[in-house]
């Protein structure tokens, strides 16, 4: 009997080995580097527009909604070259390629003397960003089996909320200078390590390399995996999808369609959510809540909340549906923008009562926990299940344009809404989109979850058996 114990334990051992080799892909993806880009606005700029501080560079409201924008345009530069680049060149070496752009924001910061230069700065980042953003959930949804599928996608979630963290935190201390070098040495640090990894299975059978795509997927697997099987799936994808892969042709499927129209307008929802606003400007935010509470200690908080939300979501993202939890997730948030709204509105009457201090604090928490168990992982999870693999790069490249393409407008947007019409205007407007967004998520969004690429695509080009029929693995 002890014998049998340690063969069990043994055999856990083995099974444990190739879910933490993908946990460490997935770290040296770049998800870190991404939430830190987001959120280096969040303490630099309050820092470098007020005038009594240490700061080398002062720069204006309207100066400032620029740097914290100008991620973005680098986003949009990069993100649909990226996934044409994974698609010719392989994740790896479009990964590995990203982290030069980071070590080019972080020399310009250190030598910035203008607000020009810290805007090619923000614009490099952006361009990593945008390069992370793409090619992150493609390299997942390929090296991840599909009961392992949710939990990786929340993982990459999470750690972009350890960049926001860990910036939001140092940069309540540091200088932003130093700020911006740990950044820069930690993108380093990860691309190195991916060096060592291996190649996308799905991009090395692309380019009929069987024997290194089997090599790929044992890095990923346990010994006893059904190599033979995966490898023919993966052929068969490609099989079906030989013809290039240009706009027009694509949308010559009625599946690619129909996921294009998800996926955009998922991108859309998450962005009027308002998240990347919270993100960008979470202590101007409370600065303008008039409250006695430090700003930045509220935005530590909330970006632990934001950590710890995502930590809740690795593990019970699998336990429903992926609309579900967009359901829970837009009407939560829905409603704690309101609050907020409702805050802002009810302070410029002077209007006050016990406890109404705590009620930014409180209502942006519970909305960054509301984010982060639905919008936050499961659009990131759906981008990479809705597409064939010769579609991928160009569909995740379109709709991560899309989604900066929101967000440049809203936060170059916010800052100059909360001046002119008031900080409650703009909560009012996102609260009642994101909750009217439901009835979108209800007609467009399939159901992805426990299922293969191809019953995802047999749902989306209009099976009934693949819409009627239960799948034995939700």
């Excluded at 993908?22 to 580097?33: D, H, M, R």
């Excluded at 204006?60 to 986003?75: F, H, N």
């Excluded at 479009?94 to 030598?111: A, D, E, Q, R, S």
């Excluded at 140092?170 to 390590?193: D, Q, R």
């Amino acid at each position: 009997m002890p014998k049998v114990g340690e063969e069990m334990v043994a055999s856990k051992r083995r099974d444990l080995i190739p879910k933490v080799k993908q946990f460490i892909a997935t770290i040296c993806l770049g998800p870190i580097s991404l939430g830190a880009s987001l959120s280096w606005t969040a303490p630099v700029l309050p820092h470098m527009q007020d005038l009594n501080s240490t700061s080398t560079l002062h720069l204006t409201t309207s100066e400032g909604s620029w740097v914290g924008s100008m991620v973005a345009i680098g986003v949009l530069v990069a993100a649909l070259p990226s996934g044409c680049l994974a698609d010719r060149f392989g994740v790896k070496k479009v990964t590995i390629g990203l982290v030069l752009p980071v070590l080019l924001f972080t020399v310009i910061v250190i030598f910035a003397r203008d607000v020009y230069a810290l805007c090619v700065g923000r614009l490099l980042a952006g361009m990593a960003t945008g390069g992370i953003s793409v090619v992150g959930p493609m390299y997942i949804s390929e090296i991840s089996e599909v009961s392992f599928r949710g939990t990786l996608g929340s993982f990459f979630e999470f750690l972009i909320y350890v960049g926001v963290v860990m910036v939001v935190t140092c940069g309540s201390f540091v200088h932003y200078k130093a700020l911006t070098v740990i950044m820069g040495v930690l993108a380093l640090i990860l691309g190195i390590i991916f060096i060592f990894l291996p190649e996308s299975p799905t991009y090395l059978m692309k380019r009929n390399r069987r024997d290194k795509a089997e090599k790929a997927l044992r890095f990923y697997r346990p010994p006893g995996y059904n190599f033979k099987k995966a490898l023919d799936e993966i052929d068969e994808g490609l099989h079906q999808e030989r013809k290039k892969a240009s706009i027009m042709n694509a949308l010559k499927s009625r599946a690619v369609r129909r996921g294009f129209v998800a996926a955009v307008g998922l991108t859309i929802i998450q962005q009027l959510s308002g998240i990347d606003c919270v993100l960008f400007y979470t202590v101007q935010v409370f600065q303008a809540a008039g409250t006695n509470l430090d700003p930045y200690m509220c935005s530590i908080a909330v970006a632990l909340v934001e950590l710890i939300s995502t930590v809740i979501a690795v593990f019970i993202i699998e336990k429903a549906g992926r609309k579900v939890f967009l359901y829970i997730s837009c009407l939560g948030t829905g409603l704690c923008l309101g609050v907020l709204a409702i805050y802002y509105h009810l302070k410029i009457y002077n209007i006050d009562f016990p406890g109404m201090n705590v009620v930014p604090l409180v209502s942006i928490v519970v909305y960054s926990f509301m984010f982060a168990v639905g919008l936050g992982p499961v659009p990131y999870m759906i981008y990479g299940e809705l597409f064939t693999p010769e579609v991928k790069g160009l569909a995740i490249g379109i709709t991560i344009t899309t989604n900066w393409t929101c967000l440049f407008i809203i936060t170059k947007t916010l800052p100059v809404m909360m001046s002119d019409m008031g900080p409650h205007v703009p909560f009012y407007m996102y609260s009642a989109m994101v909750m009217t967004s439901v009835i979108f998520i209800k007609f467009f969004i399939p159901e992805t979850k426990g299922k293969s690429l191809q019953e995802i695509q047999l749902e989306l080009s209009g099976s009934k058996r693949a819409m009627n029929e239960p799948n034995p693995n939700i």
